[in-house]
């Protein structure tokens, strides 16, 4: 029989060898598995108090708050009262620089006034002044120096022309602007007055003065003067932009409160307003002759004040008057005085005669 190899024992040892190395590596990569999966351990949260109003000390602690520390002061930029701003924004002085033109259409003007003053869209920015720069050769362009800093409304002015201001500030940092100026075309008011049963008046004086009611006199040389025609209308043309007081009647005793208005071209028409009852006077003025007398001055003070002179016919017709009572004065150098006291009722009144006396 024959005889069998003997059995390897060292082959045995290291197949057991290589067995327990694999169980060793799957041991340790779980462990390294199971400590990169597991969450980090969080530290114990702190709690937050939100005020010492809200939280109590325990019996017999003592509270070492740490001072709240006040919010930074805000640097703010403005008008030169504020304290932050600096206080030298308008010191010194500031140039002025620009060109005017008229809109398309329009002629520019030989004459025309360059008008610098303090803006009131600026108000309180620095201390500026008013200028007036007159052109009279029709120069286009303008310099203005020695400005004191501070805001500006900067407009050119010309007869019958709009000139709308452009408002500049002049400032330390900046004290130089030039700017465009612009003449557009003025604009008209007008309007038709009636009586109570909606007829024309004709021969009733319409005032226009700029301003407004509490800033002028109303017999002022400035005003304008129109009379109504046989449909009552009236018209002022050649309005430039700006507050008006509107009068009807003499601008001493007006027939109604007068009336502030603001206009802005092209045009404004204004109703009628609501007139009191009016009067027709009619007066004859002779001498001793009874030969009518040309040149008599004939006046009034009230209800409505006229001044007035006869023509050759020595007749005068004076429409538009207030009813009450009247004393009409007549003076020539020649033929002396004379005088007429009456009631004014209404309606037409006369005509009346007035006979002048020599030396009375």
Same mark, same amino acid.
């Given at each position: 029989m024959p005889s069998q190899a003997p059995i390897s024992r060292s082959g045995s040892r290291s197949g057991n060898a290589a067995f327990l190395l694999v169980i060793a590596l799957l041991v340790v990569g779980g462990v390294v598995a199971w400590m990169l999966l597991s969450p980090t351990p969080s530290a114990p949260a702190t709690p937050i108090s939100t005020g010492p109003e809200l939280s109590t000390p325990a019996p017999g602690h003592t509270s070492h708050t740490a001072p709240i520390a006040p919010a930074p002061e805000r640097l703010t930029t403005g008008s030169p009262s504020r304290p932050n701003e600096d206080p030298r924004r308008f010191e010194g002085r500031g140039v002025v620089r620009g060109n005017v033109q008229t809109a398309v259409g329009i002629s520019?003007?030989?004459?025309?006034?360059?008008?610098?003053?303090p803006s009131a869209a600026l108000a309180g920015s620095g201390a500026p002044t008013e200028r007036r720069v007159e052109f009279t050769a029709g120069e286009e362009d303008f310099t203005v120096e020695d400005l004191p800093l501070g805001g500006y409304a900067v407009r050119a002015e010309a007869e019958g022309l709009n000139g709308r201001a452009v408002h500049v500030l002049l400032e330390r940092t900046s004290n130089a602007a030039y700017i465009m100026l612009q003449l557009?075309?003025?604009g008209f008011i007008e309007g038709q007055l009636v009586d109570a049963a909606e007829q024309p008046i004709e021969g009733l004086s319409v005032w226009l003065f700029p301003g407004a009611v509490g800033a002028l006199g109303l017999t002022g040389a400035s005003g304008r003067e129109v009379d109504t025609?046989?449909?009552?209308?009236?018209?002022?043309d050649r309005v430039v932009d700006g507050p008006y007081t509107l009068l009807f009647g003499p601008p001493t005793a007006p027939l109604v409160d007068p009336v502030t208005i603001t206009f802005q071209a092209p045009s404004l028409t204004w109703p009628s307003p609501e007139l009191p009852p009016l009067?027709?006077?009619?007066?004859?003025? %002779?001498?001793?002759?009874?030969?009518?007398?040309? +040149?008599?001055? @004939?006046?009034?003070?009230? /209800?409505?004040?006229?001044?007035?002179e006869t023509p050759a016919t020595g007749e005068l017709d004076v429409p538009n008057l207030r009813p009450g009572y009247i004393r009409v004065e007549v003076e020539h150098p020649?033929?002396?005085?004379?005088?007429? %006291?009456?009631?004014l009722k209404?309606?037409?009144? +006369?005509?009346? @005669?007035?006979?002048?006396? /020599?030396?009375?």
């Open positions: 520019f003007p030989k004459v025309w006034t360059l008008v610098i003053e557009t075309p003025s025609n046989v449909d009552g209308m009236w018209r002022f009067t027709r006077l009619r007066l004859l003025v %002779v001498d001793a002759n009874e030969i009518p007398v040309q +040149g008599a001055r @004939v006046r009034a003070g009230s /209800p409505t004040p006229f001044d007035l020649l033929f002396g005085k004379g005088d007429l %006291v009456r009631q209404g309606g037409d009144d +006369g005509p009346h @005669v007035i006979t002048l006396v /020599p030396g009375s």
